[in-house]
């Protein structure tokens, strides 16, 4: 098994077509054996990334309704330590890192969990890489 951190960023491409690439796909084909960690916020970032897309016509409430049904079937465990965390480490991490709260998040999760850290954000990849987190989707 070989779990990862799982950034809103990678599920948005899991969720529409002309975001998502072979490697995003290969994470999606990757938790047939593994789990994907979530901080709770995460569910707020996808929600608001789908209802942005149906304001802007680009999706219907009854293809939200099929995304997140296909989304709950995921191995994806939202971390129970985030809350816990968010005035000390976290804080910490994004006043270090120069990141917003909510993206150290998933860098605290990754550096505790010792796992690797999925996204496409350029400035959280930049930080999972000065403090030596495995990025993925790995390129090359």
Not at 17 to 40: G, H
Not at 109 to 114: D, S
Request: charged residues 25%; glycine residues 2%.
């Amino acid at each position: 098994m070989s779990d990862f951190v799982l950034d809103c960023s990678i599920a948005a491409a899991w969720l529409f077509d002309d975001e998502a690439t072979a490697q995003t796909n290969d994470l999606l084909v990757r938790l047939k054996d593994s789990r994907a960690f979530v901080p709770n916020i995460w569910h707020l970032e996808l929600g608001n990334v789908l209802i942005q897309a149906e304001r802007r016509k680009c999706i219907t409430s009854t293809q939200i309704s099929t995304r997140l049904e296909l989304i709950s079937r995921l191995p994806i465990i939202t971390d129970t330590e985030t809350d816990n965390r968010a005035f000390r480490e976290i804080l910490t991490l994004a006043r270090t890192e120069a990141l917003t709260t909510y993206d150290a998040a998933y860098l605290e999760i990754a550096i505790r969990r010792g796992v690797p850290l999925a996204t496409l954000d350029k400035a959280l990849i930049r930080a999972a890489n000065r403090v030596e987190v495995q990025v993925l989707p790995l390129t090359g």
